[in-house]
């Protein structure tokens, strides 16, 4: 049996250009690979594809658990392509912290999204990235972009600090909650309500669900009118909304418009894209140094003697580190 060749550089660019998937699925993978053999074709792919990037509707939602972020994503994204939107959902996976894999099981969860000829639904694994954050997702974001995707779902796995790193990343951050505000609002982070530009309450079904969404959105509302507003041209709202039943979606869609509308008119979206290609540079600067720590085979060997050291109490921490750093040297 052939195997099929691997497509060339100018192939995968004109194939994303003409929003052909599976060429943008291989692209994807190029950029993903932390094999040093691809990282200068992915970056003459990326280059190559800049001008066609930048001109999508970049949205992160996070929410706690069980609040039903895959039944809202693919009601909401299901909701847009029947708009006439292309949408691109990047679901980034936790990886397992021992084995480095991943479930990957996000086209399974979206399985009518998924069949969506307008939709595409990319499951990357976080491997190990600070706060569960594939390191790539900036530029997946580029390649849909490139590709005719003009609006881009970027789902956290709402564990330590992805959220933060998701709104660092994207134009909207949507915030998913529980109905019955009690517990729940007393167990959000600070941090969360911070960087949210709007909380919607799912699960507001039937009579009883209803009432306790609107409950927990009063509740919502009261703590981000005492706290200061990321921008001063944006007061987050507090919507409620049913994923599985479709109803509140088109309110929610209303307000992200509105909340662009306003931060284009006031410079504030093309400062904070600025603002985040300057982080995006300093995240990979981290990225390639830890890349070329963990490859340095002398580095390699002396860190298992040291994690014995450490755990004997025969050496500190910062003995440690400053014998990594000088071997580095």
């Not at 049996?1 to 003409?18: A, F, H, N, S």
């Not at 894999?101 to 969506?116: C, E, N, P, Q, V």
């Not at 790193?165 to 949507?174: P, Q, S, Y």
């Not at 109490?313 to 040297?329: H, Y």
Request: net charge negative; hydrophobic share 40%; glycine share 10%.
């Amino acid at each position: 049996m052939t195997l099929p060749t691997r497509p060339t550089t100018k192939e995968l660019i004109d194939g994303v250009r003409q929003g052909d998937m599976p060429m943008l699925a291989r692209a994807i993978t190029l950029v993903e690979s932390r094999a040093p053999r691809h990282k200068k074709e992915a970056q003459e792919l990326l280059l190559a594809l800049l001008p066609d990037t930048g001109g999508a509707q970049r949205i992160g939602i996070t929410g706690v658990p069980g609040v039903g972020k895959s039944t809202f994503i693919e009601s909401f994204g299901k909701m847009l392509t029947a708009g006439g939107h292309k949408v691109a959902v990047l679901a980034v996976d936790p990886s397992s912290s021992r084995t480095g894999g991943s479930i990957l099981g996000d086209k399974t969860r979206m399985g009518t999204l998924a069949a969506d000829p307008n939709a595409f639904i990319r499951p990357s694994p976080s491997a190990g990235t600070l706060g569960g954050v594939t390191a790539m997702t900036r530029e997946t974001m580029a390649l849909c972009e490139a590709a005719g995707f003009d609006v881009i779902l970027v789902e956290t796995v709402g564990v330590g600090q992805s959220e933060t790193m998701v709104a660092e990343m994207v134009d909207f951050f949507l915030v998913l909650m529980l109905p019955g505000a009690g517990d729940e609002l007393q167990g959000i982070k600070k941090g969360v309500l911070e960087i949210a530009d709007m909380i919607a309450v799912n699960k507001a079904d039937g009579e009883n669900g209803k009432r306790r969404a609107e409950a927990a959105a009063r509740e919502y509302d009261h703590a981000l009118h005492i706290m200061t507003p990321a921008s001063p041209n944006w007061s987050p709202p507090v919507l409620t909304c049913s994923g599985l039943k479709g109803e509140g979606l088109q309110a929610i869609w209303e307000k992200i418009e509105e909340h662009r509308e306003k931060l284009t008119e006031s410079g504030e979206i093309a400062a904070r894209r600025t603002e985040q290609q300057v982080r995006w540079m300093y995240a990979m600067i981290e990225d390639r140094l830890m890349a070329r720590l963990y490859a340095d085979d002398k580095v390699k060997a002396r860190l298992k003697t040291l994690e014995a050291q450490l755990r004997a109490g025969t050496t500190t921490a910062t003995l440690a580190v400053e014998e990594v750093m000088e071997l580095l040297r």
